[in-house]
T-cell receptor, first 109, second 114 residues
Framework: GQNIDQPTEMTATEGAIVQINCTYQTSGFNGLFWYQQHAGEAPTFLSYNVLDGLEEKGRFSSFLSRSKGYSYLLLKELQMKDSASYLCAFWDSNYQLIWGAGTKLIIKP | DGGITQSPKYLFRKEGQNVTLSCEQNLNHDAMYWYRQDPGQGLRLIYYSQIVNDFQKGDIAEGYSVSREKKESFPLTVTSAQKNPTAFYLC?????????????FGDGTRLSIL
């Protein structure tokens, strides 16, 4: 079977660094996306990883280890506007996008 | 500005009624998708279309129907056969159905039962 798991909620402090983990199990893998979703709004694309390693985009970085079925999203210099849900999703061998339930990130001053 | 427009933002359905959610995109994308989002769950695929006049069922197509008569438009009808329609519905599009192409989302329609 296949599944994807990420923590339900995390809390961090403004200006700090936070790492949001995503683990998955699948017989076939074709890449992993991270999206940000503010409450009641559309998800917006953050990153795509298909090869192992770290992809950096400004304050946000995403890491992938295919052998471990593991990815993380790293957010640096946290701002209050980063309070949102963060969704990971992977393409399986049938080219279906499998979504995690999302991690709600709460930023405190 | 290019984007995806979903309407209405809020919709109420009476028992036994069919309702249609609109999704229009001016991004010239070939592929379009409909998802349902419920609290505590990942997005679930209802239907997708990679080309005009063609569409495929996703994981939870029962009680829903779609059409793709124009490249820009992919309306979703929630029929009376869908017994638990209360959810947040998201429409998305991508340049093509290729795995490396990100999906871009509309602002969603929140459907509730009267």
């Amino acid at each position: 079977g296949q599944n994807i798991d990420q923590p339900t909620e995390m809390t961090a402090t403004e200006g700090a660094i936070v790492q949001i983990n995503c683990t998955y199990q699948t017989s076939g893998f074709n890449g992993l996306f991270w999206y940000q979703q503010h409450a009641g709004e559309a998800p917006t694309f953050l990153s795509y990883n298909v090869l192992d390693g770290l992809e950096e985009k400004g304050r946000f970085s995403s890491f992938l280890s295919r052998s471990k079925g593991y990815s993380y999203l790293l957010l640096k210099e946290l701002q209050m506007k980063d309070s949102a849900s963060y969704l990971c999703a992977f393409w399986d061998s049938n080219y279906q996008l499998i979504w995690g339930a999302g991690t709600k990130l709460i930023i405190k001053p | 500005d290019g984007g995806i427009t979903q309407s209405p933002k809020y919709l109420f359905r009476k028992e036994g009624q069919n309702v249609t959610l609109s999704c229009e995109q001016n991004l010239n994308h070939d592929a379009m998708y409909w998802y349902r989002q419920d609290p505590g769950q990942g997005l679930r695929l209802i239907y997708y279309s990679q080309i005009v006049n063609d569409f495929q069922k996703g994981d939870i197509a029962e009680g829903y129907s779609v059409s793709r008569e124009k490249k820009e438009s992919f309306p979703l009808t929630v029929t009376s056969a869908q017994k638990n329609p209360t959810a947040f519905y998201l429409c998305a599009s991508s340049i093509s159905g290729e795995v490396f192409q990100p999906q871009h989302f509309g602002d969603g329609t929140r459907l509730s039962i009267l």
